[in-house]
């Protein structure tokens, strides 16, 4: 793995920041973790999950009924990641780690598997944030070039017109590929996976197997492999697209940064690790309540990689203490109005770096 440091000695700004977050939960006699707002989050989108999924196999219903809820199928998917899973993964969900362990295996049941998304995302991706050759998300080539650092081919010039195809296969390739590919490797980008024991590599293939059985074979079983295959193909579709561009408009947008690690000068960076994870970070519709509750306070990125392990329930509020003291130390604090305004920022960042030598 290429050794990047951060240079932490003169963090005033992470200690203030930190110190007033502290503040507010204290005064305000809050915990970090998630309260009845996420608990009934979950109540409402893992049981939608399952009566779509009942709906579509066990109802008579025209076929572009059945098509339009394996979209909803897909999204609500999409919806349980981003705000049961994740906060569940990141331990912010409870107070209680085994009710955090075990919530956060809603990422097996949807395909993929817990265990190495948190090295992959809690450990690598939220500390070194945009750092190609270490971060994995966004190591996507040779289909698509996400900074200037990655080597370009000719095809990347049109990857903003079929980018978002890209993304409809995202989903799909995580859950039959990308994980397998990094169990086998034991490799996740640079970063060496050593950690594996007897337990994780049960539920592995146990959750592989079930989701081949519940996601494939029964669909194929009740309803025939055509209608199986369109939908599963639109499920996926959708969520991929839904994961995708949620995740990109956090990072890879206009105004984030980027840094190399193989190049000397970024392996030990002048700046602390908090100010990097701004730097490289963007929020967008911050005063969208909808997006915030579909998307589980993604649209706070900024505060989620500040404070990763405080629920996504509490982004809204400690955004204003996280802007203060940015202004504060004069670090500059990245974010779109709106999220219309967010995609049209990625794409064109796709189109630039894309084209860029």
């Known amino acids: 793995m290429t050794k990047v440091t951060f240079d932490n000695t003169n963090a005033q700004f992470f200690t203030a920041l930190k110190q007033s977050v502290d503040a507010y939960f204290k005064q305000n006699r809050l915990k970090k973790t998630g309260n009845f707002k996420l608990y009934l989050k979950t109540l409402v989108l893992i049981p939608a999950a399952i009566a779509l999924y009942a709906l579509v196999l066990f109802v ?17 998917i999409a919806f349980i990641g981003f705000n049961v899973m994740h906060d569940a993964c990141h331990g912010s969900y409870s107070t209680k780690k085994w009710v955090n ?13 817990a265990f190495i998304w948190k090295i992959k995302h809690n450990i690598i991706h939220h500390t070194y944030t945009n750092i190609d050759g270490v971060d994995d998300d966004i190591a996507k080539l040779p289909v698509i070039r996400l900074c200037e650092s990655q ?6 010039k049109y990857q903003h017109w079929y980018a978002l195809f890209a993304y409809s296969l995202a989903s799909l390739s995580w859950v039959l590929f ?5 169990y086998f490797n034991q490799k996740i980008a640079s970063t060496p996976i050593n950690t594996f024991n007897t ?12 989701y081949v059985l519940f996601y494939i074979a029964v669909p194929i079983y009740l309803v025939g492999f055509v209608k199986f295959l369109i939908g599963f193909s639109v499920m996926h579709a959708v969520m991929g697209i839904t994961i995708g561009i949620v995740f990109q408009l956090a990072h890879a947008v206009e105004n984030t940064q980027f840094l190399d690690a193989n190049d000397d000068k970024h392996q030990k960076l002048e700046t602390g690790w ?15 309540k909808i997006v915030t509750w579909c998307l589980g306070g993604l649209n706070f990125q900024v505060e989620h990689h500040l ?7 509490h982004y809204p509020a400690i955004n204003k203490i996280v802007i203060e003291n940015c202004k504060k130390f004069g670090v500059t604090y990245n974010a779109y109005p709106t999220m ?18």
Not at 101 to 113: H, P
Not at 178 to 182: A, G
Not at 199 to 210: D, G, N, T, Y
Not at 307 to 312: E, L, Q, T, V
């Open 178 to 182: 990308t994980d397998f590919l990094k």
């Open 340 to 357: 219309r305004a967010a995609i049209i920022s990625h794409f064109r960042y796709m189109k630039y770096v894309g084209q860029a030598a």
């Open 60 to 76: 008579p219903m025209s076929g572009w009924l059945a098509i339009l809820l394996c979209a909803l199928l897909g999204l609500d």
């Open 151 to 156: 080597k370009r081919l000719k095809m990347h």
């Open 274 to 288: 908090a100010e990097h994870q701004v730097a490289t970070t963007s929020n967008f519709a911050t005063k969208n």
């Open 307 to 313: 404070f990763p392990r405080i629920s996504h329930v």
């Open 199 to 210: 337990k994780e590599h049960l539920i592995f293939w146990a959750s592989k197997v079930l």
């Open 101 to 113: 362990y075990t919530v956060g295996l809603s990422m097996n049941a949807i395909g993929s598997n």
